[in-house]
T-cell receptor, first 113, second 115 residues
Framework: EADIYQTPRYLVIGTGKKITLECSQTMGHDKMYWYQQDPGMELHLIHYSYGVNSTEKGDLSSESTVSRIRTEHFPLTLESARPSHTSQYLC????????????FGSGTRLTVV | EDKVVQSPLSLVVHEGDTVTLNCSYEVTNFRSLLWYKQEKKAPTFLFMLTSSGIEKKSGRLSSILDKKELFSILNITATQTGDSAVYLCAVPKGYSGGGADGLTFGKGTHLIIQP
């Protein structure tokens, strides 16, 4: 039973289009994260948030942007999609300590053609 | 820069075998190490380890940490086809090491259990 929801699950979109990947959690977690994962590769942190109105860039340079207006919602936006953005995007949330790990969403598989 | 290296990258065994997955790390401010199982899409949390030599166990899975040698192992005994997945090792980022700044992941071990 998922407590963190990502939509859409799959998206195929043309180059130059603006897209928003949605992520919502019902656990009241302050900390939320976006990771990017290519097939057979490790997860790379691209954005994170400590709480409402907080956003930080991760290790991997990304042309995406995020916002955190509400605790439960952490959308990721690409203003102009390119084929290099083709990847899987995973959202996660946590209470701020690692004692129970983070909870991950099921991911969005994005293909830009 | 924090670094997590997992081995092997892939492993194929028969049902009933025992497997050992390895994870070595280099981090600036170590606080803990986490193991996840990734089937299809969402990684699911398995263990968090903070102290050397103390085994964490859940059913047929167990894990132990060696802070002196900077590695951890994940053991799975009496493997079943349902254990087929990618097993990920991760350490918290950031100066505090507490995890609020996200995790650094290894590439994972792709484990295939054949009937």
């Amino acid at each position: 039973e998922a407590d963190i929801y990502q939509t859409p699950r799959y998206l195929v979109i043309g180059t130059g289009k603006k897209i928003t990947l949605e992520c919502s959690q019902t656990m009241g977690h302050d900390k939320m994260y976006w990771y990017q994962q290519d097939p057979g590769m490790e997860l790379h942190l691209i954005h994170y948030s400590y709480g409402v109105n907080s956003t930080e860039k991760g290790d991997l340079s990304s042309e995406s942007t995020v916002s955190r207006i509400r605790t439960e919602h952490f959308p990721l936006t690409l203003e102009s999609a390119r084929p290099s953005h083709t990847s899987q995007y995973l959202c996660a949330s946590g209470s701020g300590t690692t004692s129970h790990g983070y909870t991950f969403g099921s991911g969005t598989r994005l293909t830009v053609v | 820069e924090d670094k997590v290296v997992q081995s092997p990258l892939s492993l194929v065994v028969h049902e009933g075998d025992t497997v050992t997955l390895n994870c070595s790390y280099e981090v600036t401010n170590f606080r803990s190490l986490l193991w996840y199982k990734q089937e299809k899409k969402a990684p699911t949390f398995l263990f968090m380890l903070t102290s050397s030599g103390i085994e964490k166990k859940s059913g047929r899975l167990s894990s132990i940490l060696d802070k002196k040698e900077l590695f951890s192992i994940l053991n799975i005994t009496a493997t079943q086809t349902g254990d087929s997945a990618v097993y990920l090792c991760a350490v918290p980022k950031g100066y505090s090491g507490g995890g609020a700044d996200g995790l650094t992941f290894g590439k994972g071990t792709h484990l295939i259990i054949q009937p």
